[in-house]
């Protein structure tokens, strides 16, 4: 469990080093809930992109006059949403500062619902898929209590739910042996969870500045069709977006590819240049 939390930071320290050797400060802010009181409201599209405005805020704080008031966002995964949401707000957010650009590797939560519809439709569902499934019910806990999840199911997935209030996902997938036969009571309305779950979803997010996208092509955490769907949507929007595609990539590789991106994305966004990869008409 904490040999593959610790080669994840490896990696990500990797990436961020090609930042501090081109000259940036780099600010690494963990997410609200995580090391701090209260609970993590998972994929929560507002609370992440205060986490990050915030984080900027903080360093112009503690060191006044020290940076410039230009800067990226750049994010995986989870974070990767986190930066797609910046790209659509943060700089209104902030207009204090002057957001360049956003880097989204692998980015989650597109048709973010689709996890509640997949795991109501289906009468046996992995054990993956079981551990997974308590932190984005916390999640949306965390962000709106009325949401109630406790109410939503069963009583043998109410004791995995419990159990994730103090677990770590990889505890909860080592721990889980055997997925519950039955997720949610019967007859319970979802609604409200899946419209929820909807409104953080990235296909609400339209950017403002120049995003990079890099997805790898065998990413089994975040499905390669789905961001590339949220990419042929924004080109639909004649915005600024470049798409990458890891062949062959894993859901790590399009962190490690990110080192060897950033640079051309930023100089032409420092040059003006236009950046697409849409396809023209």
Known sequence: ???????YQQIAAKA??????????????????LGTPGGHPYMNARSQLHTVVDAVRAIHHLKPYSFSKNWYVMGHSQGGAASIKVAASGQKDAPEFNLRGAIALAPGSYQYEGIAEYVASNSQITTNVAAFFPIVLLGAEAADPLLAPANLVSPEMGEIL??????????L???LKQAPKTVFNSNVNLA????YLKEQSIENMKPTVPVLLVQGEKDQLVDYRGTYAYYQQVCTKQKSIVFHLV??????DS???????IGNFINSVGQGKALSTCPTK
């Open 16 to 33: 961020l080093k090609a930042w501090l050797a081109r000259g940036y400060a780099v600010v690494a802010p963990d997410y609200q809930g």
């Open 255 to 261: 962190l490690r590819q990110s080192e060897f991106l």
């Open 192 to 195: 409200p969870l899946t419209n």
């Open 173 to 175: 997938q080592s721990d």
């Open 1 to 7: 469990m904490w040999a593959g939390v610790h080669v």
């Open 162 to 171: 419990n159990h994730a209030r103090s677990r770590c996902l990889s505890e």
């Open 247 to 252: 062949k062959n990539g894993d859901h790590r």
